[in-house]
């Protein structure tokens, strides 16, 4: 079973520039969450889709949004890039949403984002 | 709202010695407790879960962890270390008993092994 995908894998992006990523998630799976990895701040949660609807969000500015279709695939967006942007955007995606019952998540490789 | 410490944010052990990557929670009710691995230049594997039931769980690469409420602990061992163990270690948390609340990850030890 395929896991986690993640599009693009690498990118170089210009500051004030917008960017989209895409993931598709384990078949099956309706939740998916994005969290953003750098050397220091760790592992932030963004936000997290169940059924095209968001119901989680973390403490991010409104630059970074993001979108579930109904095929469960999701995107996320960042406008107005700024150097602090650079960083690991990881998505992962599990069967249920939030904590129900231990919900396990699973990740993707991730997407390098470089802001020059 | 719950949360996770891991002491040591590098730890190096030989080749064959045991590892012990440690990792306190902060919650009023025993949450659920993960253990992730995330190799150089990929995503986050899942190690273990802990639930409810046995206190000690067995994960895949010969990892355990045992969850001590007395503690408030659920400290990752393996009981001898492997070349291929070098990787950032995450021990996460979310609420028992589910809810809206997300994964919280802990701040990371990176394992190194040494020959």
């Known amino acids: 079973k395929a896991g986690v995908t993640q599009t693009p894998r690498y990118l170089i992006k210009t500051r004030g520039q917008q960017v989209t990523l895409s993931c598709s998630p384990i078949?099956?799976?309706?939740?998916v969450s994005w969290y953003q990895q750098t050397p220091g701040q760790g592992l932030q949660f963004l936000f997290e889709y169940f059924s095209e609807t968001q119901r989680n969000k973390g403490n991010f500015p409104g630059r970074f949004s993001g979108r579930q279709f109904s095929n469960s695939r999701s995107e996320m967006n960042v406008s107005t890039l700024e150097l602090g942007d650079s960083a690991l955007y990881l998505c992962a995606s599990s069967l249920a949403w939030g904590a129900r019952s231990g919900n396990t998540i699973y990740f993707g490789e991730g997407s390098w984002l470089t802001v020059v | 709202a719950q949360s996770v410490t891991q002491l040591g944010s590098h730890v190096s052990v030989s080749e064959g010695a045991l590892v012990l990557l440690r990792c306190n929670y902060s919650s009023s009710v025993p949450p659920y407790l993960f253990w992730y691995v995330q190799y150089p230049n990929q995503g986050l594997q899942l190690l273990l879960k802990?639930?409810?039931?046995?206190?000690l769980v067995k994960g895949i690469n010969g990892f355990e962890a045992e969850f001590k409420k007395s503690e408030t602990s659920f400290h990752l061992t393996k009981p001898s270390a492997h070349m291929s163990d070098a990787a950032e270690y995450f021990c996460?948390?979310?609420?028992f008993g589910g809810g809206n609340e997300k994964l919280t990850f802990g701040t990371g030890t990176r394992l190194t092994i040494i020959p």
């Open positions: 996460a948390v979310t609420p």
């Open positions: 078949s099956g799976h309706r939740s």
């Open positions: 802990y639930t409810t039931g046995a206190t």
